[in-house]
T-cell receptor, first 115, second 113 residues
Framework: AQTVTQSQPEMSVQEAETVTLSCTYDTSENNYYLFWYKQPPSRQMILVIRQEAYKQQNATENRFSVNFQKAAKSFSLKISDSQLGDTAMYFCAFMNNNAGNMLTFGGGTRLMVKP | EAQVTQNPRYLITVTGKKLTVTCSQNMNHEYMSWYRQDPGLGLRQIYYSMNVEVTDKGDVPEGYKVSRKEKRNFPLILESPSPNQTSLYFC????????????FGPGTRLTVL
């Protein structure tokens, strides 16, 4: 079974600065997908970024980028130029290519962006 | 607008009173799933369905039932709710393609007294 660990329950960052959220996972699979979801106070789950394990290039989406280290089984999220609207819970999630579309989530990191 | 809808959004009930949370998607997705979210545990999968009449257990299926009679609907049934089922519930759907992005409903906050 896969496990996903987010070791930072809470983090804070000043507006306009950069913050990195950590995520590690454990799997014996070689083909899989990794995701970061954002959950603002509205509780809606919003996809931030997606990474295919077979791609060496790190995914980026505007101010959001990942540092994917396959050998280390690490998948951190970097948020540049943090904005107040980035305040939310962030969940890292793993999807095994051979187990349907089931997502395994980490416990989440609560990010507070301070003005 | 492409979306996943859930009803009700909030529900307070008592132990043992059967309830159903509905989920519907308008994207013609084959795959649908239910998750529960609890503090510190993230989201955990309860049940999933790969198509009509095809359902299977996730990580935490005890105390729940599902059905998939139509492609767009995937209701979650609690036959005899208990306080440990107090949680935030999410329905999600996606195409049945490896790695396809799952789209989540708005969530249902359930309290069982």
């Amino acid at each position: 079974a896969q496990t996903v660990t987010q070791s930072q329950p809470e983090m804070s960052v000043q507006e306009a600065e950069t913050v990195t959220l950590s995520c590690t996972y454990d799997t014996s699979e070689n083909n899989y997908y990794l995701f970061w979801y954002k959950q603002p106070p509205s509780r809606q789950m919003i996809l931030v970024i997606r990474q295919e394990a077979y791609k060496q290039q790190n995914a980026t989406e505007n101010r959001f980028s990942v540092n994917f280290q396959k050998a280390a089984k690490s998948f951190s999220l970097k948020i540049s130029d943090s904005q107040l609207g980035d305040t939310a819970m962030y969940f890292c999630a793993f999807m095994n290519n051979n187990a349907g579309n089931m997502l395994t989530f980490g416990g989440g990191t609560r990010l507070m962006v301070k003005p | 607008e492409a979306q996943v809808t859930q009803n009700p959004r909030y529900l307070i009930t008592v132990t043992g009173k059967k309830l159903t949370v509905t989920c519907s998607q308008n994207m013609n997705h084959e795959y649908m799933s239910w998750y529960r979210q609890d503090p510190g545990l993230g989201l955990r999968q309860i049940y999933y369905s790969m198509n009509v009449e095809v359902t299977d257990k996730g990580d935490v299926p005890e105390g729940y039932k599902v059905s998939r009679k139509e492609k767009r609907n995937f209701p979650l049934i609690l036959e005899s709710p208990s306080p440990n089922q107090t949680s935030l519930y999410f329905c999600a759907s996606s195409l049945l393609l490896a790695g396809d992005t799952q789209y989540f409903g708005p969530g249902t906050r359930l309290t069982v007294l």
